[in-house]
């Protein structure tokens, strides 16, 4: 969703993050919110390269609101619909470090794509960020989002977690099987990370 400084260490994101949540803290209790993007890969365990913070909310309110409680710090990009993306989006710095609030306005009845659709509402986790419980998009979906970029940079580290720690059998073969983009090699590579993962689900 938007592009920061790499190479986002798991302790700075946690840092960036306690510091939004603490001013924050009232609101995220109201707000349906979601991590996604490479951060939730890495507060999941996963290394990778991390430029910045992405989060997902249902209504441009929300966008409006995390905006306005980031009033201390530096706004990137005031929030605003972007037409071409389907997004309302609103971007601020936080210590050097970029945080991202946006919509994703797409119409879909998928229960398997990261940002839009039921998916990211449904399937997520729960993981403890200093003390504040942090509601990150499920790796599965993120798995789907890198293969369908080809970045294998980022799919080939969580395929390489999901098949230690384990992973939804049942999400990640609908999210694989209702793809006709996916190729045929990206399919069999989590065919085979299926076969020896430990189901989750």
């Known amino acids: 969703m938007s592009r920061g400084k790499p190479d986002l260490s798991i302790e700075l994101l946690e840092v960036t993050l306690a510091t939004f949540f603490d001013l924050a803290k009232d609101l995220t209790t109201k707000v349906d919110y979601r991590l996604v993007g490479t ?41 605003k619909w972007l037409p071409d993306a389907k997004q309302y989006y609103g971007n601020y710095s936080v210590n050097d470090i970029e945080i991202g609030f946006s919509t994703v306005e797409v119409d879909s009845d998928r229960d398997t794509i ?31 989002t890198e293969l369908h970029r080809n970045r294998p940079d980022r799919f080939e580290p969580i395929l390489q977690h999901l098949k230690t720690y384990g992973c939804n059998h049942d999400l990640m073969t609908r999210c694989i099987d209702s793809d006709c983009d996916l190729s045929n090699e990206y399919k069999a590579l989590v065919n085979n990370m299926l076969s020896s993962a430990p189901k989750l689900n």
Request: aromatic share 8%.
């Open 39 to 79: 951060a939730a890969s890495l507060l999941h365990g996963v290394q990778l390269p991390v430029s910045d913070i992405d989060l997902l909310v249902r209504h441009r309110s929300d966008v409006d609101s995390f905006g306005a409680v980031l009033a201390p710090f530096q706004c990137l990009v005031a929030p």
């Open 114 to 144: 990261e940002t839009y659709g039921s998916g990211p509402w449904l399937h997520f986790s729960k993981l403890l960020c200093g003390h504040y419980p942090v509601s990150a998009v499920a790796l599965e979906l993120r798995l789907h």
